[in-house]
């Protein structure tokens, strides 16, 4: 079983940063997929930022290009996912999420989640 918790959440006025974290717990060998995925009210959840544990795939939404950039800490079993230059447009409830084998930006492929961590950035 892969547990993940997400951290680092909050709110912020637009054009500041945070830093969000997602705790691996659990058997997960050495390669596999570990992403972030955002959910605004009345939308549908979107792949933000993803990368491939163990390989050299990065996939980032066009929304968050340059913006957004992704980083493992190994030793920590630890994903982190620095958020700058932030839009009120990227208010919503971020997640972290898993899964084994190939990666993708859709959420409907991912078997493990995390609780969401809330970030609103104001205007």
């Known amino acids: 079983q892969v547990q993940l918790v997400e951290s680092g959440g909050g709110s912020v006025q637009a054009g500041g940063s945070l830093r969000l974290a997602c705790a691996v717990f659990g058997s997960t060998g050495s390669g596999y997929c570990l992403g972030w995925f955002r959910q605004a009210p009345g939308k549908e959840r979107e792949g933000v930022a993803i990368?491939?544990?163990?390989?050299?795939?990065?996939y980032y939404a066009e929304s968050v290009k340059g913006r957004f950039t992704i980083s493992q800490d190994n030793a920590k079993n630890t994903q982190y996912l620095q958020m700058n230059s932030l839009k009120p447009e990227d208010t919503a409830l971020y997640y972290c999420?898993?899964?084994?084998?190939?990666?993708?930006?859709?959420?409907?492929?991912?078997?493990?989640w995390g609780q969401g961590t809330q970030v609103t950035v104001s205007s």
């Open positions: 999420a898993a899964k084994f084998g190939y990666c993708s930006s859709a959420s409907r492929d991912y078997n493990y």
């Open positions: 990368a491939d544990i163990g390989g050299g795939y990065t």
